[in-house]
């Protein structure tokens, strides 16, 4: 059991910065992917980016070389920096920790933060 919880959602104005952070409790985070998805109003849910329990990234191509995603598993915590911020990025934006292992699929939320991107 995985319990996620988001930090440092806000506003900020366009070109500006934030970083977010996802904590997670238990002892197997660093098995686990870890994800940041975002719904903005009136859209679906879209991936932003994902590192693995090996270090490896992906961005969605509306954020790629803007944000950046990084994990510390001494601390259980990922974390989004989001650089050169556009009015499309605002979002509630949410952490997502995912495994398989022996066929058994986990998937934990958190409970999102709200990113607002205005000048």
């Known amino acids: 059991q995985v319990q996620l919880v988001e930090s440092g959602g806000g506003l900020v104005q366009p070109g500006g910065s934030l970083r977010l952070s996802c904590a997670a409790s238990g002892s197997t985070f660093s098995s686990y992917d870890m994800r940041w998805y975002r719904r903005a109003p009136g859209k679906q849910r879209e991936l932003v980016a994902a590192i693995t329990s090996g270090d490896s990234t992906n961005y969605s191509d509306t954020v790629k070389g803007r944000f950046t995603i990084v994990r510390d598993n001494a601390k259980n915590t990922v974390y989004l920096q989001m650089n050169s911020l556009k009015p499309e990025d605002t979002a509630v934006y949410f952490c997502?920790?995912?495994?398989?292992?022996?066929?058994?699929?986990?998937?934990?939320w958190g409970q999102g933060t709200q990113v607002t991107v205005s000048s």
């Open positions: 997502n920790a995912h495994r398989v292992r022996n066929g058994i699929v986990r998937d934990y």
